[in-house]
């Protein structure tokens, strides 16, 4: 699905967002940055957006790697990084989340951009993620939609059956991939229950934040054992 769409992911997005994706991934990469990691790991990387704003924000010999298990997505990833001249200390792989290829607590930050809701075991994602995360400093920042508020959720749900299948029909030739996109976010845990899933799967100090009415939401949570 995801490589169908790989040659339009951006454009797909920066239109059916209406521009507010940029924010809400600079909002992950902020509190990425804050933690001083000397390593960090992006996960469902994409077309690399958030890989290469950790790398273009993080300080000194900061390693910033991109995982994602779609070969043409990662093509992307690689040649925005080579337009914007951005080499060391910035790598991308194929990997699936639920086995990583990265030792036990060898990673500072995980962070992960709206690639949570396609994992095929999200409790065995969260608990793979939770392993290779530092057991004292380790954080994982999810940025992820989610249910919105009681308010806007009848209009939301108009959107995203009925007006984003078509403009994404239109950007991407595959409509199929965005009325995917909205059954995913109809199954997918409102905040709280995002945050018990964390914990059941052994982080700790999960806290979080919405944005967008609650469409979309950060959460963070520490690794200490």
């Known amino acids: 699905m995801f490589a169908g769409i790989a040659g339009r992911y951006d454009l797909a997005n920066r239109a059916l967002s209406l521009g507010m994706d940029r924010g809400w991934r600079r909002r992950l990469v902020q509190k990425a940055v804050a933690r001083k990691p000397g390593r960090v790991v992006d996960l469902a990387t994409g077309s690399g957006d958030v890989a290469l704003d950790l790398r273009e924000a993080l300080d000194g010999p900061a390693q910033v790697q991109g995982f994602d298990?779609?070969?043409?997505?990662?093509?992307?990833?690689r040649a925005k990084a080579a337009r914007a001249g951005v080499g060391e200390g910035l790598a991308f792989g194929r990997a699936d989340c639920?086995?990583?290829?990265?030792?036990?607590?060898?990673?500072?930050?995980?962070?992960?951009?709206f690639g949570l809701r396609n994992l095929e075991n999200r409790p065995r994602g969260l608990r793979e993620m939770r392993r290779v995360l530092h057991?004292?400093?380790?954080v994982l920042l999810v940025l992820e939609f989610t249910q919105p508020d009681a308010w806007f959720r009848p209009l939301y749900y108009l959107y995203l059956k009925l007006f984003m299948p078509v403009v994404s029909g239109v950007l991407t030739g595959r409509p199929g991939a965005y009325r995917y996109?909205?059954?995913?976010?109809?199954?997918?845990?409102?905040?709280?229950?995002?945050?018990?899933?964390?914990?059941s799967a052994g982080f700790t100090r999960v806290a979080y934040r919405g944005m967008a009415a609650s469409a979309v939401a950060i959460h963070e949570a520490g690794a200490c054992s």
């Not at 990265?102 to 500072?108: I, K, P, Q, T």
């Not at 057991?135 to 380790?138: D, F, K, L, N, V």
């Open 69 to 77: 298990f779609c070969e043409p997505m990662l093509e992307q990833a």
């Open 98 to 113: 639920l086995e990583l290829p990265l030792e036990d607590g060898s990673v500072d930050v995980l962070t992960i951009a």
């Open 135 to 138: 057991p004292q400093r380790g």
């Open 181 to 199: 996109l909205a059954c995913s976010i109809e199954g997918f845990p409102d905040k709280a229950g995002l945050a018990e899933e964390m914990l």
